[in-house]
RNA sequence: GAGGGCGUAGCGAAGCUGGUUAUCGCGACGGCCUGUCACGCCGUAGAUCGCGGGUUCGAGUCCCGUCGCUCUCGCCA
């Protein structure tokens, strides 16, 4: 197909450019016909231009403009117009030009729209989805995918100025227990067996580190076949990152610089050059997540000690569990009425995360504490609004639970009452580390201890000698960083010595033949000379999503995939024909239904 | 595996305690319009009210079941 291409595009033009002939290519974006004049916006991944085909168009052309639908794809030849200044569009970058037709092609035609591209009123996701060709032209979108790319190019840029190696590994690795469940590809010249999709390729970069690549990134895509979520697709990209001869501090230091950098490039915002720190249990206690929003406070505070004189069942009962009672003060504010029904909802919210109740106190006039619990706390008003700051109109609520729930439950209070307060600022970016986890967690249903981060995390070194006699007690040398409430990265400094890697493997009910099968390789690779060495990867669909204010990972994903692990677009999974099976050894166990 | 929300024309929505021909905006199609920029005006077509069953003289509306989407818990080293 002859056709004229572009010599500028749709953004480009400006005042300085007219009378200069241009030849612009683009979609219809929107298409104003007044009968002897037709207004037609065109738009490319640049901009939108306003071309007119006016009175003095040649029929030839006024023919093709009576033609033209939304979204049809269009050349376009003409004269850069400066506009009349009562005509100038302030709203447009291009708006103080036109563009006078000369000639006119239609490249491709366009069915009616499934849904208006660029309306407020957003087609539903799964629509979007099954159409993302056409989502993907909005603006919204545009500039969601260009803001990722600029991230991960920024990103590209300051590792390799700093010595790091861009290193590749395979997507056809072994598969390895725990964590999440592997997506398996099965071999067609073995016979039962199989791959797996990585992940994450982290006993990869652990073995570039014993092969000396001492600093190595990879923007790695990773798989884990679990139920999705709005900040999770069972498929997703991680900046992979590994280092040689360094300690916690290098590489938060590294990631740090990094992110003031990039920041700053790609978003033009200013990041402290370090990040706060939090350990894990002061994260949980005070914000009852271990990824705490740190943009707003309304700190959890524990009464335990207060509540130990409070004649109150619920207290007791959970005292003599050994559980925990905290509080959070909810300030007195014009924007929310502490209502019975909006208590509810706070209970609502609380309840998700396992607490049986949420108890609450008005503080009123002079000290006095107002509700149905109050006549419990008589005598303790005052130890109770010292140690929650309280002031008159304040609402205190109460969960009393085991630790974990009292604290996951108290937290999703806490986010709950930032969002409705409206205290959270959305155009701050706050980071934090946490660090000091637990290396381990003991698996009720299993039976035994499992590695809460992964296996080849460091213990800290003052554990060591007491891993298996107390491993709920062991701090790993583990830390994650978290933005806005949300874990953007993860990672630890690793073991790199043979015999304490099979100690934590034994811990995690490893048998050491079983170790050898499915990790003999790493295991292998320690044997000879190992460096000490540790990393981090940071989730770039998830810190994108956030860098562009969005709650859903789909945003900043070109094809992601539905809730139900589907992709609308192109019906992935699907079945596949009997002789892909065979070649591949398989048979499918449960009658195949109908589609 | 579990819970909440949603499902009405191509799209987005309204439709009250059940009542006669299911409403509105956008889009589509036809017509008019020479300065619009979410152009405007006139007209036309377009809906098995997700699907199945039930209650009822009568169901978009109530009940039961089921499917799909979405958010969340579990799960996600």
Redesign the pocket.
Known sequence: MEYKQRTVTCGALRQEDEGKYVVLNGWVH?N??????H?I?LRDRYGIT?I?V??HARDEVRQIAEEL??EYCIAVEGIVRK??D????P??DT?SI?VDVQSLQILSRCE?????ID?????????R?RYRYLDLRSTGMQNRIRLRHEFVKAIREHLSARDFYEIETPTLIKSTP????DFLVPSRLYAGKFYALP??P?LLKQILMVGGFDKYFQIARCY?D???????QLEFTQLDLEMSFVTREDVLKTIEDLFVEVFAKVMNYSLPTSFRRLSWSDAMNTYGVDKPDVRYDLPLVDIGDIAELIQFGAFQTALAEKGSIKAICAPATDNLAYSRKYIGELEEAAK??GAKGLAFVKVGKGGVLESGIAKFLVGHETAIIERMKASEGDMILFIAAPWKKCC?SLGAVRTKLARDLNIIDKNRFEFCWIIDFPLFEFNEEAGHW??????FSMPQAQYIPTLESDPGSVKGDLYDLVLNGYEVASGSIRIHDVELQKRIFRICNFTDEEAESRFGFLLNAFRYGPPPHGGIAPGIDRMVMIMAQQT?I?EVIAFPK???A?S?MDDSPSYVDDKQLDELHLLIKQPVKSE
């Open positions: 929107r104003r016909n007044h009968g002897g004049i207004f916006n306003q007119v006016g009175e639908r939304l506009r009349p009562s005509m100038i569009n709203n447009m708006g036109e009616p729209l499934p849904f208006m309306e407020e009123s957003d087609a539903k996701e799964d629509l989805l725990e964590g999440a469940r992940q994450s982290q884990r679990e139920d999705a979520r709005g900040d999770r998700v995360y996951n499992e590695a809460a981060h992964h296996m859903s789909k539905n809730t139900a589907v609308p």
